[in-house]
């Protein structure tokens, strides 16, 4: 009787785990590129590297909650059926080979299920790619620039992008998020971002595209982002930089091959260059 209960038990919480892994599905497909009020879940991915990262941490739910009720319907067992009323004499056994076994060869197959992606995902987020863009992001005290090298020296150019303050702010434009220049990258193309700093540590970090980069002085670190859909993505400094941390956001507008050749041609026009954009 108490086996038939307990694995009915077992389906009754199988079903609320998968409940709520519906409902997390759903809420983190209807958020946008941008975190939202009373947000719990993932920012929808835009990049190959956050959907590596949102599969995996899909995988180590289900893993996870399945040995913490595996293990809780275990303890349950055990407490009912070694009970003191119902063993009034102490069981000795202390050894059993076989569950030895079970609980040595069950633990390794979860690692090497866990592990095996893991290290796929790992190898994805430092090999470098073969990137049609190169972007150089450095952090200062409390602001963002960006360099767009070129093998062209003329063509070459960098800017600024501070955070735009409430009193400036336009409808719709998003508090703390929004800036006055925006990274505009094109459509479906591999973008290389080195990240460096000009005086302290920074972080660029962007959720949605599963990115977040130290920023570290007299060194360039890499990460590398596709975004297969037009929009703006948002990003802060993730790295305790001083007091004003929460106000150096990151924009990173994606255009259309069409729209970023005007872009890039505005930029380039633009004589004498400067280090703050108009």
């Known amino acids: ?61 289900v893993v996870i909650s399945l040995i913490a009720i595996i293990v809780a319907v275990l303890l349950v067992y055990v407490i009912i059926k070694f009970r003191a009323k119902k063993n009034p004499i102490p069981r000795k056994t202390t050894h059993h080979v076989l569950l030895e076994i079970v609980w040595t060869i ?48 003329a063509k070459s150019f960098s800017f600024d992008s501070y955070m735009i303050e409430d009193k400036d702010l336009k409808p719709g434009q998003l508090r703390l998020l929004e800036v006055d220049n925006r990274i505009v990258v094109p459509i479906n193309t591999t973008v290389r971002v080195l990240v460096t700093s000009n005086d302290v540590l920074h972080s660029f970090a962007v959720p949605s595209l599963g990115i977040k980069k130290d920023g ?36 990173i507008e994606v255009v259309s091959q069409e729209d970023y050749s005007k872009w890039i041609k505005g930029k380039t026009l633009k004589i004498p260059k400067t280090s703050k954009s108009a």
């Open 106 to 153: 069950i633990p390794v197959c979860v690692l090497v299920v866990i592990g095996i992606p893991s290290l796929k995902l790992m190898f994805a987020l430092d090999q470098p790619q073969d990137a049609a863009l190169t972007i150089k992001a450095i952090g200062h005290q409390w602001y963002w620039s960006y360099e767009y090298p070129d093998s062209d020296p």
């Open 216 to 251: 570290v002085p007299g060194r360039l670190n890499e990460t590398w982002f596709k975004i297969s859909k037009i929009g703006v993505y948002y990003g802060q400094c993730s790295e305790l930089c001083g007091t004003k941390h929460g106000f150096m956001p990151i924009a």
């Open 1 to 61: 009787m108490i086996t038939k209960k307990i694995v009915s038990n077992m389906r009754v919480y199988m079903r609320i785990v998968m409940l709520f892994g519906w409902v997390f599905l759903l809420n983190t497909n209807a958020c946008g590129s941008s975190p939202v009020p009373w947000q719990m879940t993932f920012q929808p991915a835009a990049s190959p590297l956050m959907e590596g990262i949102t599969s995996m941490h899909n995988l180590l739910l």
